[in-house]
């Protein structure tokens, strides 16, 4: 292993190279099953966990793609239910996604026998794989797909000649100082020595340079010495350590690196010193694992005598709001020393938009447990802490809205220079600040906003109520009853105005409604500025604009994209713009770079829960309690082992009956005492012959105690007796023993 000091060097990676690894896949592990999520939030993919494969075909032709390979393998005698190929030319390899296992091991018996008759692709050989893993859909995901790599650099010795020891020694002086410098870096240069020079020259003088870059020829390094006047007046270089073109030592590392998975390989373009370092992100966490075991402090002959260092690493990144990031910031840092102490590296990223809206928080480290145990803590810190008494959170329905309860809010916060995070769709707020201010804040919230005696009504509009809303009716409106009081939901199906106050005040607004909307629903006007936000109309707070130009407040987007499925449909985000015409999907690298990680995570697996929910004929979800994992419903009754917490279901009735049938099971719920009959025989049970406790014999010997009546029970026969001594007489007198005996 390296020193602590190389190990805290090699975790140094940069910060350009950390945002591009988020712009991940958006594959999540959730409930049990493998999700793909595309453009708008929707599920693209799914499949379980246990039923995954992979192929990896190894051989394949250098012109091969994965159009032609999947051409291929459709020409077998019984084609296979295949996901995806992806090709790695380098190591000659592709892998095949299958739904099930069995389709795996089909596909390679299959392949093997036919494919081996074409002798294009006779040396195509098939190997079934475990199932890959992918990112678990937790707001603070760990990640340990990364490998740091590095080695040492080719380098060689480089003699300088010069024909005084005063111009030799200026140059030495110069290299020294990083004034001459090859490729961009200090070269150490040792003390100029007299040597015996030429016949022309019987005195001279030599500086060698060390750890020239072994690429740099005479050229480079005579000019690399830009003053004339000290030009050498003769280069000799020394032969490279490396036995191949330095040049071709990434491609080699790569290429060895391949072998073990689908890896994305980054040369990493800072100076290190005498190492060059990359970055390795596999695909599976696996294959890094295995990458390191193998390559780890080995020689390789591209490199001559030198070793492959590698390091599997694990983070964790966080992306919050940067309001609660200055809130926690010196917390952080305090307990970044005590990372530090640990290798745990901790960086912050400021986001790169004009708004600077949000901040990642990673922390990273070799140690998995290490870095989880961080994540947590961070977790913890950036939650903040709930705003509300004995557990119950402190909400007032005048909060929903923009308007006058909002302002109040921000005015605490300005007043006392903490953050209070609002939440409209779990209706509470989170304190961020100082712990000594928190009280005061709450004195504040229930003097200035309290906890009215109102509440939150719905007002359902059709298409014509939606467009006098959208042309002049709601301003009108919210003249009348309030801006805070009136805001128009244009995400659900149908649309609908909420109204915040008393029953007698929602009768108005109704009123309100059917006498002035029949005079100006012809109206051109539409409501609203170009700084209103889409969905509540009302000032955007926290203005977010998307890709196609329509505003949002940050709050509304967030719930935009929570409740994508509230119209009745499939789960899919789309832009609610122009009076809800535009629709445009949001790509999910959009939604990645606008929310943060906690909303974008409850978006995916909100957007899973609604396809599970809507597809109670294919998939279901444990009845365990807190189990979450879900399990493919099947017409034919099969009993399914729950992989998470080991429970038998069976996948027709969806009960739990591992011996016995969906109609046995029915008619014994039912209070069949037929099947009751039949079950207990199958299970060995009896019924005790005083109280009828039902009692099941797994082990032991043939004396029983019921754990109703606590009579003491020959289980053969069944005769009770009042104490143990007399049953076991009569098991020795009666039955030959205490025990079972066979027979023959």
Known sequence: MDAPGQQAELLDTSAAQDLKQDQESFMRTIGGAIVQFGDGGSVSRLSLIWEASIVRIEGIPPYSTAESLWELLQTLEHPIAMDSIQINATTACAYVSCEDPESADTLCQQSAAQLALDPAHCGLTFQSLMPRNTSSTTTQRISCRKVIVSWYRATRLVWLNFGGQHIAQRVCNKFNSGKYTIGHRRIPAVVPKQSGGTSRNPVAWTVLLQDVPASAGKDEIDASIWSTAEKPRDIQLAPSAANSDVDLIPTRVESLLTQ?????????????????????????????????????????????????????????????????????????????????????????????????????????????????????????????????????????????????????????????????????????????????????????????????????????????????????????????????????????????????????????????????????????????????????????????????????????????????????????????????????????????????????????????????????????????????????????????????????????????????????????????????????????????????????KTEGCNHMVCGGCKIHICWICLATFPASGLCYNHLSEVHGGCFDVLRG
């Not at 912050?348 to 938009?353: E, I, M, N, P, R």
Request: hydrophobic share 35%; charged share 25%.
């Open 260 to 696: 073990f998975g689908p890896v994305d390989f980054t040369l990493d373009s800072r100076d290190h010193g005498k190492r060059v370092k990359a970055i390795a992100l596999f695909v599976d966490e696996n294959d890094a694992r295995q990458a390191v075991k193998a390559l780890h402090n080995q020689q390789q002959g591209f490199l001559g005598k030198g070793k492959l260092f590698l390091q599997h690493m694990s983070s964790s990144k966080f992306k919050i709001s940067a309001k609660v990031y200055d809130c926690v910031k010196n917390d952080l840092e305090a307990h970044a020393i005590e990372w530090q102490k640990a290798h745990l590296a901790f960086r912050t990223y400021q986001d790169l938009g004009p708004e600077r809206r949000f901040v990642t928080i990673k922390v990273e480290g070799e140690q998995v447990k290490e870095v989880a145990d961080a994540s947590k803590l961070i977790g913890d810190i950036v939650a903040g802490q709930l705003i509300g008494t004995d557990g119950v959170p402190f909400w007032s329905p005048a909060l929903a809205t923009n308007g006058s309860a909002f302002q109040k809010l921000k005015h605490i916060q300005q007043e006392l220079d903490v953050f209070i995070e609002r939440n409209k769709a779990k209706r509470q707020l989170r304190y961020f600040g100082a712990p000594a201010s928190y009280p005061r804040v709450q004195e504040l919230l229930a003097k200035e906003v309290g906890v009215d005696a109102v509440s939150l009504h719905t007002i359902t509009l059709d298409e014509k109520q939606f467009t006098w809303a959208c042309r002049g009716g709601l301003a009108r409106m919210s003249a009348a009853f309030g801006a805070d009081v009136v805001t128009l939901d244009v995400v659900s199906s149908p649309k609908k105005i909420t109204l915040t106050g008393t029953v007698s005040l929602y009768q108005q607004a109704i009123d309100f409604i059917e006498q002035a909307q029949d005079g100006v629903a012809g109206s051109a006007r539409k409501d609203g500025s170009a700084q209103d936000c889409t969905i509540c109309w009302t000032p955007a707070e926290g203005p977010v604009t998307l890709a196609c130009q329509h505003l949002y407040c940050l709050e509304c987007l967030e719930s935009l994209c929570t409740m994508a499925d509230a119209g009745g449909g499939e789960f899919s985000i789309s832009c609610q713009g122009d009076m809800g015409a535009c629709q445009k999907l949001l790509p999910l690298t959009e939604l990645q770079n606008l929310l943060s990680s906690d909303a974008l995570e409850t978006s995916l697996e909100t957007s899973f829960a609604s396809y599970i929910r809507r597809r109670p004929q294919d998939f279901r979800y444990c009845p365990t309690p807190d189990c979450g994992y879900i399990y493919r419903a099947n017409e034919k009754a099969r009993t399914h082992t729950c992989i998470k917490c080991f429970e038998a279901i069976c996948t027709a009735c969806h009960e739990r009956h591992p011996t016995i049938s969906c109609d046995e099971y029915r008619d014994l719920a039912s209070g069949g005492y037929a099947a009751f009959a039949r079950y207990k025989k199958m299970m060995n049970m009896k019924d005790c012959p005083e109280c009828k406790t039902v009692m099941e």
